[in-house]
């Protein structure tokens, strides 16, 4: 059988293809995207429900010139293949290979950098707004789904679009998911829109079937042009789109790539803002992806045949930070009916599902809202109950006035469940969760717990819930979750002192006693302390390994009694350097120990945008691996 796909380098090659031809091509495209991501993990289920609405949207445009958006960006698979990047496709999401997003510096086709939702529309229409200043020809398309819709960005974007009067057009691509099941009152109008269809499949039908009546036919037909706007009234609900100014474009078919040329072709010459409402299936033709779209939107490797996904021999056996929040927050929500769990779309990704199973009541996922997320858990906190908010690190940057204004500066009792902080990994520099920590240190009244393991982080989620009464966040990477426990077992190491310590306002805990150097960590990182410190034993280099649990308020007397004893310090922290524990560190030794700043050694990720990779590569890359971090204190010494 010809392999169209061979043929395809860029763009161009796909404007000769025949229908027959391009059928094809869509198949092999899901069938290399399929093949590829079993390998290395990515986002499946949403590309596969985009092939053929890229292949249109590349054959009715040029991406050279035109501008395309994509939200999020996680979609852009089929795009990167079309684009000239079809042969490094392999290095999708790996260390020194092609971004799981769009790009700019990879390709003049990427128009712009997305990782986080509900920007598109807002950059587009800011491109559109330069175009037409600087009397320049080239269209905006920005491509948006049905969740990303929703956030309050996209909604102001969609304000400010409609009344433009700017030629700009936007995709609406619903396929009824984010990363799960899409939950509100837009969501609920989707679905009404999309029951108005019978509409316009009867409008279809009947400008077909009409003209060939004898006689009356086309006088028929006339007739029923005249009194369209009366059918519609009466068969499909208010459109929300074109009362704020837009062109609206009822539902197409986004498997269907001749009416998607049809539309586009029709559309791309029209003046003012255009939507398209555009319907795919997310996971569509790949069976495990199309039954459970929620669990292949960023998958790990996976077996083909069955979907099953290849397990890490080291996670087998032992829980992730996720799954043990989950199991905590379920079991405290059985002893006391004051708490409430709110999350913003990833009810399953933080562990929350757990929880909403048994009290559905008292679970509410907002949607990609995490703003209206933060401040709904203040009006429970004023009202007497307990709101845990679950949501990732790098998603709660979106709700840092929230978490200041509302929260904080009332010093209500919510507490901040950030999963993923820290290195996520193959996601890079948009989902990095390294700026909680330097962003939180910043807010006022707020407590920040970082623990060690599974075990510390269940006493800290019932710290701050029962022993609490303002702010608190808790920051946990993503990953299984050792306990110190089982790592001293693995190390060899006998001397750590009393690592399960009651979780106290502040306090921190000595893990290991030295003479040579005071060894500060926070959360995960306190494994990579204990490493070094075993690693550093064998130099005769013996170091006290200070666990500090809490980052704000700082343990600064466990702190300042252990640098006065051992004359360096070195703080490890998997967040960026400018704002989080080495800065609240080394302030402390200026200000209270007269110590001086070649005493103080600080490791954490640089200020810049940290790149793709796995954990143990990018650790390594950013001088923050064991071997690294020893080799800089010995030649400190």
Request: net charge neutral.
């Amino acid at each position: 059988m010809e392999n169209i796909l061979e043929k395809i380098t860029m763009p161009d090659d796909l404007k000769n293809l025949s229908y027959k031809e391009l059928d094809l091509l869509c198949q092999e495209l899901r069938t290399f995207v399929i093949e590829s991501i079993s390998k290395t993990g990515g986002h499946l289920a949403s590309n596969l429900g985009v092939v053929e609405l890229t292949v249109a949207l590349h054959r009715c445009f040029d991406t050279s010139t035109d501008r395309i958006v994509w939200d999020v960006g996680h979609q852009t698979y089929i795009h990167k293949i079309l684009t000239g990047r079809k042969d490094r496709f392999h290095s999708i999401r790996q260390f020194d290979g092609l971004s799981g997003f769009p790009k700019t510096r990879e390709s003049v086709h990427d128009a712009f950098n997305t990782g986080h939702s509900s920007t598109s529309i807002s950059a587009a229409l800011g491109m559109a707004r330069a175009r037409d200043i600087k009397v320049e020809h080239y269209r905006v398309i920005a491509v948006i789904g049905d969740g990303s819709i929703t956030n309050g960005m996209a909604l102001e974007a969609i304000n400010d679009a409609g009344s433009s009067k700017t030629d700009l057009i936007v995709i609406l691509n619903d396929n009824e998911m984010s990363i799960a099941r899409n939950v509100g009152g837009f969501s609920n109008y989707f679905a009404r829109l999309a029951s108005g269809n019978v509409y316009y499949k009867m409008k279809t039908r009947l400008k077909k079937v009409l003209p060939k009546v004898p006689v009356i036919g086309r006088w028929l037909l006339k007739l029923l042009q005249k009194i369209r706007d009366i059918i519609k009234i009466f068969i499909i609900p208010g459109n929300v789109f074109v009362e704020l100014g837009f062109k609206y474009i009822e539902l197409v078919d986004g498997h269907d790539i001749r009416e998607l040329e049809k539309v586009f072709n029709h559309i791309k010459n029209e003046e003012g803002p255009i939507l398209v409402h555009v319907c795919t299936q997310k996971g569509k033709g790949y069976l495990p992806a199309e039954q459970n779209p929620d669990m292949f939107h960023g998958i790990a490797p996976f077996k083909i045949e069955t979907g099953e996904v290849f397990k890490r021999a080291d996670s087998i056996l032992r829980k992730s930070f996720t799954e043990a929040f989950g199991e905590k927050l379920l079991e405290m929500g059985r002893e006391n009916d004051k708490i409430v769990a709110i999350t913003a779309a990833m009810m399953k990704g933080t562990g929350v599902e757990m929880f909403a199973r048994e009290f559905p009541d008292r679970t509410f996922d907002v949607g990609i809202a995490e703003e209206h997320a933060v401040t709904m858990a203040g009006g429970f906190a004023i009202s007497g109950m307990i709101p845990v908010v679950a949501i990732y690190s790098t998603f709660i940057q979106r709700a840092y006035d929230q978490i200041m204004h509302d929260i904080a500066f009332q010093n209500l009792h919510v507490v901040f469940a950030l999963d993923r902080a820290g290195i996520v990994g193959e996601d890079g520099e948009t989902h990095h969760g390294i700026y909680d920590l330097s962003f939180l240190n910043t807010i006022p009244n707020i407590q920040i717990l970082a623990p060690a393991d599974r075990i510390e982080l269940a006493m800290m989620l019932d710290y701050a819930v029962n022993q609490c009464d303002g702010p608190v966040a808790i920051r946990y990477p993503r990953g299984s979750a050792r306990t110190i426990e089982e790592h001293a077992i693995k190390m060899g190491i006998k001397q750590i002192l009393d690592c399960y310590k009651e979780i106290k306002f502040g306090k921190g805990v000595l893990l290991e006693s030295g003479k040579d150097v005071t060894i500060v960590a926070e959360g995960a990182m306190i494994e990579k302390a204990l490493e070094i410190s075993a690693v550093l034993s064998q130099s005769e280099i013996f170091a006290d390994v200070i666990n500090i649990r809490s980052i704000k308020p700082l343990d600064e007397a466990l702190i300042l009694n252990s640098y006065r004893k051992t004359g360096k310090i070195v703080s490890i922290e998997n967040n960026v350097i400018t704002g989080g524990l080495g800065s609240r560190i080394l302030k402390l030794i200026n200000e209270k120990a007269s110590g001086v700043a070649d005493t103080v050694m600080i490791f954490a990720f640089p200020d810049e945008p940290i790149s793709q990779g796995s954990m143990s590569e990018l650790f390594d890359k950013y001088g923050m691996s064991t071997k690294k971090i020893v080799e800089r204190i010995i030649g400190w010494r």
